[in-house]
């Protein structure tokens, strides 16, 4: 049996929302309005970085999440002869409220981690902003592996961001706050998909983790979220139908799931 997690939005939150965006913005915005003598708004330098995540997505998918390329883009775009050392930034925000640790993550941790259960951490970032987050948040410990795009030199949903043996698919469950991403991508590969979304309709709640993704309602709330998802990658075409094996609000549903299947016995 292994779990693999994502991490932002699934155990934690790390700085970029709220620390490390911001600071950029307002350095370039400042940094604009001083060499250019013309005022660019954070909105719209906020909107030329997802710009150029978006393009270099398109291109090789992994490298859009390396933050230092993208933003050393954007200003040469605005040819703006200044540097921002993202990991920098990443370090200077890891303290509370920039980054936060979900409290059933960790009570869902440490309740795995009581069984010896390998758990991987597989996610779309780089090594060198996701480790001092999972450092400071005292994570390191719980995870055999951490996996980000760097490593895999993939992004997910691309199979090869997911190098999980082939002796432990069998057993796999991957957990993630993603449609796209998580569910799709792991799910095609074998895994039983957790989906994480903390926000899931209330009327939902009442059904067991397995049967939420099978109502039409369900149904109806997957598609709309896939919807916003490939919306925000600019992915056209047609919408494949994705469905995941379970839907959770709290990842302490965990524990159901896994006694559920029989594959675990003790209680928090």
């Known amino acids: 049996m292994l ?3 994502d991490l932002d939005g699934v155990l934690m939150e790390n700085p970029f929302a709220k620390g490390v965006f ?3 913005r307002g350095k370039i915005s400042r940094w604009h309005l001083s060499c250019k003598g013309k005022e ?4 719209e330098i906020g909107e030329l970085i997802r710009e150029e995540f978006r393009r270099c997505w398109q291109q090789e998918a992994y490298l859009a999440y390396d933050w230092d390329r993208i933003i050393s883009l954007v200003l040469d775009k605005l040819e703006l002869n200044r ?3 993202v990991v920098k930034l990443v370090e200077k925000y890891c303290q509370e409220p920039y980054i936060h640790l979900y409290p059933d993550g960790k009570k869902i941790l440490d309740w795995l981690k009581s069984f010896d259960i390998p758990l991987m951490v597989i996610t779309n970032g780089f090594y060198r902003y996701q480790y001092p987050v999972l450092q400071a948040l005292d994570l390191t410990g719980y995870f055999t592996e951490i996996i980000t795009s760097d490593i895999a030199r993939a992004a997910k949903p691309e199979p090869a961001s997911f190098p999980v043996p082939e002796d432990r698919k069998g057993g796999w469950y ?3 706050d993603s449609l796209l991403m998580d569910v799709a991508g792991a799910g095609n590969l074998g895994a039983r998909t957790v989906y994480v979304n903390r926000e899931l309709p209330e009327n939902f709640r009442k059904l067991s983790p ?5 109502t039409e309602k369900g149904r109806s ?3 709309k979220m896939l919807k916003e998802e490939k919306k925000r990658y600019q992915i056209g075409g047609r919408q494949e139908p994705v469905k995941p094996d379970y839907a959770v609000f709290s990842l302490l549903e965990l524990q159901d799931i896994l006694t559920g299947e029989h594959y675990l016995e003790r209680e928090f």
């Not at 660019?40 to 909105?43: A, K």
């Not at 397995?210 to 099978?214: H, M, N, Q, S, T």
């Open 83 to 85: 540097t921002i050392d």
């Open 210 to 214: 397995e049967d939420r993704p099978g």
């Open 3 to 5: 779990l693999s997690f």
């Open 221 to 223: 709330f997957i598609r």
């Open 22 to 24: 911001p600071e950029i």
């Open 40 to 43: 660019l708004t954070e909105d």
């Open 174 to 176: 991957h957990i993630g």
